[in-house]
């Protein structure tokens, strides 16, 4: 993102007071300049109006990078990390973000009910294969006719970039941002050939940027 366009965003982290905790502004205003993410999800969504559900949601950055694009379709974000539910929730609620809501779900065993649109972002990896299956069958069973699956994750293979993927993982895992050590990387075919067989039509487009990890944005709506 521009600068200005991150910075906008990242401003609703900063702390109220000026001692307060300022890591997360720190961090979404890096991720936001440093990370291709979030400008493919805005336009793998951008012209729909189906709700959101983002599983995995952190902080629900999403949500105020939406906003920030003047997307204003409903909004609901779950992630098991009960702390950053908290902020998040208070963060929204502080920049009176409309029609956005937060929920503590362990995806690792519930699937919120949900008609829409889904985003999964840098979170598939983080579940053992046959979770990732389940995850997916349930995810494209939620999708309505002008509605997206969006996912973002490092593939599995041998290039350097898959090894750089695979030890930020764990480093964010080993600092505690996040509670988990990833589980299973998955690879394109096999995630092509599972959300084809439930009817959906599959693009893949790195997402990379100017990191050194092996990210991919994949993009599945109904083909009719």
Request: glycine share 8%.
């Amino acid at each position: 993102m521009t600068a200005e366009d991150a910075r906008a965003i990242a401003r609703a982290f900063a702390p109220k007071q000026p001692w307060g905790n300022r890591w997360d502004y720190y961090y979404t205003l890096l991720k936001l300049r440093s990370d291709p993410l979030y400008p493919g999800v805005l336009d793998a969504l951008r012209g729909t109006t189906a709700p959101v559900l983002d599983m995995g949601c952190g902080l629900g950055l999403l949500a105020h990078a939406l906003r920030h694009d003047g997307q204003s379709m409903p909004y609901r974000g779950v992630d098991n990390d009960a702390a950053k539910i908290r902020r998040g929730h208070s963060v929204a609620t502080r920049s009176a973000l409309e029609n956005t809501g937060f929920e503590r779900v362990d995806l690792a065993t519930t699937v919120p009910k949900h008609r829409g649109s889904v985003a999964i972002l840098d979170v598939l990896q983080y579940l053992p294969a046959p979770a990732q299956q389940a995850l997916l069958e349930q995810a494209a069973a939620m999708l309505d006719d002008g509605s997206r699956l969006v996912m973002r994750m490092a593939l599995a293979d041998r290039s350097r970039r898959g090894r750089i993927s695979r030890l930020g993982d764990r480093a964010a895992n080993l600092i505690g941002w996040m509670q988990f050590r990833p589980r299973h990387y998955p690879d394109a075919d096999t995630l092509r050939a599972q959300l084809q067989r439930a009817g959906l039509s599959v693009t893949f487009t790195p997402l990379y940027g100017n990191t050194p990890f092996n990210n991919w944005l994949l993009v599945a709506q109904r083909t009719g």
